[in-house]
C-alpha cells in the first residue's frame, strides 16, 4: 500500500492569489498524479508529475495556472495560481503501486 | 479518446435489496478497468479490480466487452455499502501508462 498526507487539508483563499499543496508519500514511487473534483463532478487529472522531469499536463490544463514541482521521489507541490471562484474544488494527490491507485485525502480549496 | 460513463448520480435501495451500479466505457485499445469507493469522511479508496475477478465486501464486476459495460454488484446491499462509488479505466501505453479516467459517480444510499 501507500500512505499519502497532504497540506493544508482545506483553505479558504481570496479571488487572485495562489495556493501551494504539498503531497508527502510513505514510500519512494516514480510517478504522482495530481486530480481535481469539482462539486458535483467527478475527478479530472490535471497533471503527472515525474521526478527530474517537467510535468505532463492534460488537455485543458497548463503549467502557468497549475505549476508542480517534484524535487524527489516522495514530494510534489501544486500551485493553484491566480485563483478564481471556479477553482473551488479538492484536490487530489495520487500515486500507482502495481495495480492500484492510492489517493491522498485531498485538499479542500474555497474561493472568495 | 476514453471515456466512462456512470448513467445514475443517485441509487437508493433497502437493506437487503440487491443493487447494480452501472458503468459503461468508451476505449480503443485494451481496457483496465476498476471501482473505487469513497466512504462518509475518508479518502477514495480502491474496492476491486476486474483483473483479478473477485468478490470484495460482496461486491462483484465482470468485463462485458460486447457491452463495453463493467456494472457492479452485490445480491443483499447493506447499509455500511451507502458511499459514492466511482468506475474508472486505465489508460495503457506510452505516456498515459497508469492515468485514470473517472466516470461521474454514483451515491448509493442503503436505508435501513
Request: aromatic share 10%; proline share 5%; hydrophobic share 30%.
Amino acid at each position: 500500500s501507500a500512505v499519502i498526507s497532504q497540506k493544508p487539508s482545506r483553505d479558504i483563499c481570496q479571488r487572485g492569489t495562489s495556493l501551494t499543496i504539498q503531497c508527502q508519500v510513505d514510500s519512494q514511487v516514480t510517478m504522482m498524479f495530481w486530480y481535481r473534483q469539482q462539486p458535483g463532478q467527478s475527478l479530472t487529472l490535471i497533471a503527472t508529475a515525474n521526478q527530474g522531469s517537467e510535468a505532463t499536463y492534460e488537455s485543458g490544463f497548463v503549467i502557468d495556472k497549475f505549476p508542480i514541482s517534484r524535487p524527489n521521489l516522495t514530494f510534489s507541490t501544486l500551485t493553484v495560481s491566480n485563483m478564481s471562484p471556479e477553482d473551488s474544488s479538492i484536490y487530489l494527490c495520487s500515486v500507482s503501486r502495481g495495480d492500484t491507485q492510492y489517493f491522498g485525502p485531498g485538499t479542500r480549496l474555497t474561493v472568495l | 479518446a476514453q471515456r466512462v460513463t456512470q448513467p445514475e448520480k443517485l441509487l437508493s435501495v433497502f437493506k437487503g435489496a440487491p443493487v447494480e451500479l452501472k458503468c459503461n466505457y468508451s476505449y480503443s485499445g485494451s481496457p483496465e478497468l476498476f471501482w473505487y469507493v469513497q466512504y462518509s469522511r475518508q479518502r477514495l479508496q480502491l474496492l476491486l479490480r476486474h483483473i483479478s475477478r473477485e468478490s470484495i465486501k460482496g461486491f462483484t464486476a465482470d468485463l462485458n466487452k460486447g457491452e463495453t459495460s463493467f456494472h457492479l454488484k452485490k445480491p443483499f446491499a447493506q447499509e455500511e455499502d451507502s458511499a459514492m462509488y466511482y468506475c474508472a479505466l486505465k489508460r495503457a501505453g506510452g505516456t498515459s501508462y497508469g492515468k485514470l479516467t473517472f466516470g461521474q459517480g454514483t451515491i448509493l444510499t442503503v436505508h435501513p
